[in-house]
Nanobody, 124 residues
């Protein structure tokens, strides 16, 4: 069992930065791939970034490549999403998720545990 709690969301102006954090509990965290997803009103949940169990492999959606960075600290049971050059279209609820296996997938169905989400709002 893994429990995930996101923090760090908020309201920022376009061009600004935010750092999302995800605190994980549970012994299986360090062996699981982790992902950040987002869901805007009226849209499907989409992957933003993912990272494999040891941080050696990462994935970014084209829309955030070069602006966002995912990282993890297995010693602290933490996953982070550093977001910069934020745009109004980045506005969404952001979810942290833990995968079934050690290597990431880009589909929400590949993630077993989900946090409650944190709202990110970017004003123009």
């Amino acid at each position: 069992q893994v429990q995930l709690v996101e923090s760090g969301g908020g309201l920022v102006q376009a061009g600004g930065s935010l750092r999302l954090s995800c605190a994980a509990s549970g012994r299986t965290f360090s062996s699981a791939a982790m992902g950040w997803f987002r869901q805007a009103p009226g849209k499907e949940r989409e992957i933003v970034a993912a990272i494999n169990w040891n941080g050696g492999l990462t994935y970014y959606a084209d829309s955030v490549k070069g602006r966002f960075a995912i990282s993890r600290d297995n010693a602290k049971n933490m996953v982070y999403l550093q977001m910069s050059s934020l745009k109004p279209e980045d506005t969404a609820v952001y979810y942290c998720s833990a995968g079934y296996v050690s290597y990431y997938t880009t589909s929400p169905s590949g993630y077993r545990y989900w946090g409650q989400g944190t709202q990110v709002t970017i004003s123009s």
